[in-house]
């Protein structure tokens, strides 16, 4: 076999072999992250109904270990929905090696500090 030949079949192994590695981490990656996410969907929609004291919300996501902070907005701002409060989670990193993905929940407040409603967005991102 010629030296060409040779080096031709590495970069073709290397290129087949990389795209399985991809493949298979982000199939892993996109099953965990949707389980996690049901989940996480079914808690907050049994635990945390609409009219939820503002603290127990904060008590969730403390049980949970999830990164937050709360925004007050103003009274009834339309820019958020008619909530005069707002909270961020965000979920820890959770993926393979080569990716991660993360849910942020979003819990709007009336001006009364209880729970009107929230909406969730799952973003990914390159571990490099």
Not at 32 to 61: S, Y
Not at 70 to 97: F, I, K, R
Not at 102 to 115: E, H, K, P, Q, V
Request: proline letters at 2%; glycine letters at 6%; a neutral charge.
């Amino acid at each position: 076999m010629s030296a060409n030949f040779k080096i031709i079949a590495m970069f073709s192994f290397i290129a087949v072999a990389t795209f399985v590695i991809w493949r298979y981490d982000t199939d892993r990656t996109e099953a965990a992250v949707k389980e996690r996410e049901t989940n996480l969907l079914h808690d907050v929609d049994a635990q945390l109904p609409t009219g939820t004291p503002q603290t127990d919300v904060q008590q969730f996501l403390s049980v949970r270990h999830m990164d937050n902070f709360h925004v007050a907005v103003g009274e009834s701002n339309p820019m958020y929905g008619g909530a005069s409060s707002v909270t961020y989670a965000t979920t820890d990193l959770m993926g393979g090696a080569l990716r991660g993905c993360s849910t942020m929940l979003t819990f709007r407040f009336t001006t009364a500090g209880t729970l009107m409603n929230y909406s969730y967005i799952t973003a990914c991102k390159s571990r490099f």
